[in-house]
């Protein structure tokens, strides 16, 4: 009879060995999240995304006087747009009778703005063979505006020449 005692106490040893590295494995990991948190907000690693290699740290006077006053602040950005001339766009293939109609606006700094308005013919052209190829699939999904955004974009910025446009704003974009 001892030997049917000891198989029921060998299940009782092996719930409390899985306890102890649970456990630890707990303590771990709650720690080693702390102290990641901590490097990241005050440590080592709090000065990566500050080029003075200093801590980012809230000054109670400036914070509390920015929003006292409307006219300081952070100075506003100097900032042109050159609006673009409404395009429309027969959508061929499949859709005999669809069209999308297309207007924006390119965010310039303002010295270069006589340049990029000079340039509208160009930039004109380079946004309507790109919206001639975008399938009547692509315009439907949702998603897509912000990928045909940054495409129109960038070949807006190889035409126009390197800083010379900071955005592209579109204000009308309808498939009917």
């Not at 740290?57 to 100097?78: T, W």
């Not at 042109?80 to 207007?103: E, K, Y």
């Not at 340049?115 to 975008?134: A, F, H, Q």
């Amino acid at each position: 009879m001892a030997a049917e005692a000891d198989p029921q106490d060998e299940p009782a040893k092996k719930k409390k060995g899985l306890l102890i590295p649970l456990l630890l494995g707990v303590f771990l990991a709650l720690s080693g999240g702390g102290a990641g948190f901590w490097a990241v907000t005050s440590g080592p690693l709090a000065s990566l995304g500050n080029p003075s290699g200093e801590a980012a740290e809230l000054d109670d006077d400036a914070s509390e006087d920015a929003g006292d006053e409307p006219g300081e602040g952070p100075a506003p950005v100097a900032v042109a747009f050159v609006p673009l001339d409404t395009v429309t766009i027969s959508l061929g293939g499949q859709s005999v009778h669809r069209h999308l109609i297309f207007s924006a606006q390119l965010e310039v700094d303002p010295i270069y703005l006589e340049e990029v308005e000079t340039l509208k013919p160009r930039i004109l052209d380079v946004l309507n063979s790109y919206l001639r190829i975008v399938g009547v699939d692509e315009l439907s999904e949702p998603s897509s505006l912000v990928r045909m955004r940054s495409q129109m974009l960038h070949r807006i910025q190889i035409v126009s020449g390197e800083g010379r446009v900071r955005d592209l704003l579109i204000t009308q974009f309808v498939v009917n």
